[in-house]
């Protein structure tokens, strides 16, 4: 079970706090739970709240090193936003702000040995990505109204060819919450279970004794090297996540572009 690469996802109960429906018989019903993905979720928004209320309470015109940090996340999440979705995306920053903090952390605390990583389940990451196309919808509907539609109909195509590509547009946003959610998902999991078997190899040869350990420093290599390139995976993804969420606000903004 140790060596077993899948095991590190089982998302299991902490505690339940009771039982939604059923008939009364075992098993029946919606078991309400604090899981261990709940909990690293929890330590997730808890820590990024804690760094920051820390970090910027001083509010010094010079700022220390923790200040610091703090306004450079704030302006390379705001340099995102103005990219992607304009001036007036700015309105939107505490919430991609919020989404990549929270998913940056969150991968970043999957790193750690024995920790959760959250992001890795379908769940987590289909229901961020269906908070931000709601999002979408919500405000290009409110803002626009039917105008909104414009987004299917791309400015500067020829009427006779509006029949085709309209279905591709609205199948391409359609498909838009599961490639950013799958995404998010796939480049987790894969790069967990990869770091997993090659740590796995070196534990399993080290134990063969002196010819098992000369032949485990090529997966301990390996392994090192992995392990820097998911932390590199981890942020990127966090930043793809949030330009991609820039950019379909910018379609609810201005939805005729």
Same mark, same amino acid.
């Given at each position: ?11 299991? &109960?902490?505690?339940?706090? #009771?039982?939604?429906? #059923? &008939?009364?018989?075992? /098993? ?8 261990? $993905? ?47 979705? /304009? ?32 992001? $890795? ?11 931000? =196309? ?20 791309? *400015?500067?195509?020829? #009427? ?11 199948? *391409? ?14 480049? =987790? ?56 969420? *820039? ?11």
């Amino acid at each position: 079970m140790a060596n077993d690469p899948i095991h590190q996802f089982v998302i299991y &109960d902490i505690f339940t706090f #009771g039982t939604i429906g #059923g &008939d009364g018989t075992e /098993g029946s019903g919606i078991a309400l739970s604090f899981t261990n $993905s709940s909990l690293f979720m929890v330590l997730t928004t808890i820590t990024i709240c804690a760094y920051l209320i820390l970090s910027t309470r001083g509010r010094g015109l010079v700022p220390n090193r923790w200040q610091l940090t703090s306004e450079m996340a704030y302006e390379f999440v705001a340099n995102m936003v103005r990219s992607g979705a /304009g001036s007036e995306g700015m309105k939107f920053f505490p919430f991609v702000f919020s989404l990549f903090t929270f998913i940056f952390i969150g991968n970043m605390f999957g790193m750690i040995p024995y920790f959760y990583t959250f992001t $890795s389940q379908i769940i987590v990451t289909f229901a961020l990505a269906m908070l931000v =196309m709601t999002v979408v919808v919500a405000y290009g509907f409110i803002k626009n109204g039917p105008k909104f539609l414009k987004l299917f109909v791309p *400015s500067g195509v020829p #009427g006779y060819i509006i029949p085709i590509v309209t279905p591709i547009e609205v199948i *391409s946003f359609l498909s838009r919450p599961i490639s950013l959610s799958v995404r998010l998902f796939g480049n =987790m999991l894969a790069g967990h279970i990869t770091l997993k078997v090659f740590t796995g190899f070196v534990v399993s040869l080290a134990s063969l004794g002196a010819v098992g350990i000369a032949g485990a420093v090529l997966p301990l290599i390996m392994g090192v090297a992995l392990t820097a390139l998911e932390f590199m995976v981890s942020a990127v993804q966090a930043y793809v996540f949030a330009v991609l969420t *820039s950019m379909y606000l910018n379609d609810a903004i201005h939805p005729s572009h």
